[in-house]
């Protein structure tokens, strides 16, 4: 009899255990505001926190050269957007409003302030989102080949007019964009097939709706918004209008990378990293 009511203890206990664990949020998971499940990676120790968000069909591992490096002095995150990477599916609508509130989620579980946000590409328009949510916490935003124009949201036509290969087939035109556009003639080709491969692998339903969010932002209005510093390190292709940018937001400087395409983090991680640890003192200072 003794015998049976321990058994019957130890089954309770690991029974209570086991619903305990599958209840708890894991401690690399924030649950965004529509109840989509965040993934994200933490290590370091230091302020200010660096908050690292990829660019569209990406995920956080696009940061890999960039973590040990500032992971010695500070505190860095990077984040798998809703529908990228180890984060859930299954939002409505993907929008910059919506990703900037991922970015908030995380950044609220981890309890952090002084920070800086770095976005690639459209993680760039993220950032900016997250700033206007939280301007408290922010002391700087470094956008990353992104913001080559601040422009008004386009119309529905144009939208749709753009978005009409992908929809015919998401995988190839994606592949087909990459190529023609993100690299350059010196550029690595294992490291391009890698982001073609990845980037066309994205589920289309999430690619498309980003896509559509992301022209239809506000970005005249989000510099406009914004008060901390705005700095961006671009590939030197591309050609900014910063003087226009500046009616908008005053801080807004950049500082072009040489014989790099899009991925300027991954093209030239050294280069890239000696740039970001001068922004950041810069922001510190």
Not at 182 to 206: G, H, N, R, Y
């Amino acid at each position: 009899m003794h015998s049976l009511r321990r058994y019957l203890l130890l089954i309770t206990i690991l029974s209570i255990a086991l619903f305990i664990n599958c209840t708890t949020e894991p401690d690399n998971t924030a649950i965004s505001s529509d109840g989509v499940e965040i993934r994200f990676d933490i290590q370091g120790e230091g302020e200010p926190a660096l908050v690292f968000v990829h660019g569209w069909c990406c995920d956080r591992s696009y940061w890999d050269a960039q973590v040990p490096h500032f992971a010695q002095k500070y505190k860095v995150v990077t984040i798998d957007l809703a529908g990228h990477g180890e984060s859930s599916l299954g939002r409505e609508s993907y929008t910059m409003e919506a990703f900037g509130k991922d970015v908030v989620a995380v950044i609220e579980k981890l309890g952090i302030d002084n920070i800086v946000l770095i976005g690639h590409s459209m993680g760039g328009p993220v950032i900016l989102e997250a700033a206007r949510q939280i301007p408290e916490r922010i002391i700087g935003l470094v956008g990353v080949d992104t913001f080559a124009r601040i422009r008004e949201p386009w119309t529905q036509e144009r939208i749709d007019n753009f978005l009409a290969p992908f929809k015919s087939d998401f995988a190839e035109a994606t592949a087909n964009i990459v190529h023609q556009s993100m690299f350059t003639t010196e550029s690595d080709s294992v490291l391009i097939e890698k982001i073609v491969t990845d980037m066309a692998a994205a589920p289309p339903e999430v690619g498309l709706k980003e896509v559509e969010g992301l022209f239809k932002y506000d970005m005249i209005k989000a510099f406009q918004e914004v008060k901390v510093p705005i700095r961006c390190i671009n590939a030197g292709r591309n050609q900014e209008n910063v003087e226009e940018a500046r009616q908008y937001a005053p801080t807004f400087e950049v500082v072009a990378m040489s014989n790099v395409g899009h991925f300027v983090m991954m093209e030239d991680p050294e280069t890239f990293n000696r740039l970001l640890e001068e922004t950041i003192q810069e922001f510190i200072r």
